[in-house]
């Protein structure tokens, strides 16, 4: 497992080249390190082990490197649910100003540090981005907050690939976000050679079977950003499809969607098959659409007689391999 400490010092040259794997943010906790309040991990198989094999870390541990201390005592967020105090839990002490200077300070660090997503301790007041409890002056909770440094990355960095471990449980939700950060470093690498409207127009090609997994109205809209590509200049086009590149990849790729694309591939294959092979693959395809096989069985089938018949267009689609064979996301979906 390769990481980087996390108290690296910034790059000097913001145009460093991208790494050749990917490189992600994470909650220390999560790859093994006793960093936590009570001085334990929280150490996830998959990210330290699996996931690991392609991915250079960046950890972090918010509390811990503000000047918290290990063990510390336990905290929480209370007050308004826009602006909440993070305060110790028996003592009362306010660490709110602590964790918001440390954060402002380590989001521009990390901004240096190219990287491709981010991977947060699910519950934390400062690294909890889904359903963190803020109490109220009852000590009722509001399960709709969002910890200190997790929200002030994400406002710094809208476009990159965030997701809680806990999340990652869920195949669905797993292989959507491996193939986010697959794709925003793809697109970071297309804007480090400064976008222009042709390579735009390979770039999206190469990925209109994936974005049409993910739902049609992006999809349609991204074509017609593309068709329309004159009207923009350079740097309004290359803003405006990146937004809208990243905005269409949060949806969720369904099962209806995954079929919609897959009678897209078969069709691609009519004229190169024979009548007994087509009917293998409608079977096939329709084996999915019943829940009896996952998506790696149609996909590994097409991928086959795509390979056979050297069918350029579909060799170059990002939908038949978005990430690696070797992390079995599609065996689960």
Request: aromatic letters at 8%; charged letters at 25%.
């Amino acid at each position: 497992m390769k990481t980087t400490p996390s108290t690296a010092k910034p790059h000097e040259d913001k145009k460093e080249p991208l790494p050749s794997t990917l490189r992600i943010g994470i909650s220390h906790c999560l790859l093994g390190e006793e960093v936590r309040f009570d001085g334990g991990h929280k150490r996830d198989g998959f990210l330290a082990d699996t996931f690991s094999q392609f991915v250079e870390w960046v950890p972090v541990c918010p509390e811990y490197e503000a000047g918290l201390g290990i063990p510390r005592e336990a905290m929480r967020l209370v007050g308004n649910s826009d602006n909440p105090t993070l305060i110790t839990i028996k003592t009362k002490k306010d660490h709110t100003a602590l964790l918001k200077n440390y954060s402002q300070k380590k989001v521009k660090e990390l901004e240096t540090m190219n990287l491709d997503g981010f991977v947060f301790k699910k519950d934390s007041p400062s690294c909890g981005v889904h359903r963190v409890r803020i109490y109220n002056d009852h000590g009722m909770p509001n399960p709709h907050g969002r910890g200190l440094f997790a929200q002030r990355y994400i406002e710094s960095n809208p476009l990159i690939p965030v997701e809680e471990e806990g999340r990652l449980n869920d195949p669905v939700l797993r292989e959507n976000f491996v193939e986010r950060v697959f794709c925003y470093q793809r697109w970071r690498l297309l804007n480090r050679a400064r976008v222009n409207r042709r390579a735009l127009v390979e770039f999206h090609t190469k990925h209109k079977f994936l974005l049409l997994a993910h739902g049609r109205t992006h999809y349609q809209k991204l074509g017609r950003l593309v068709a329309d590509s004159k009207k923009y200049s350079p740097s309004e086009l290359t803003t405006e499809y990146g937004n809208l590149f990243m905005e269409a990849l949060k949806t969720k790729a369904t099962t209806r969607k995954h079929m919609d694309v897959l009678q897209h591939l078969a069709g691609f294959l009519k004229k190169q098959l024979s009548r007994n092979e087509r009917q293998e693959l409608v079977e096939v395809i329709e084996d999915y659409h019943r829940g009896l096989t996952p998506l790696i069985v149609p996909l590994t089938l097409i991928i086959h007689y795509v390979k056979i018949h050297q069918i350029s267009y579909l060799l170059d689609q990002v939908y038949l391999t978005p990430h690696p064979k070797e992390l079995m996301l599609r065996n689960h979906v």
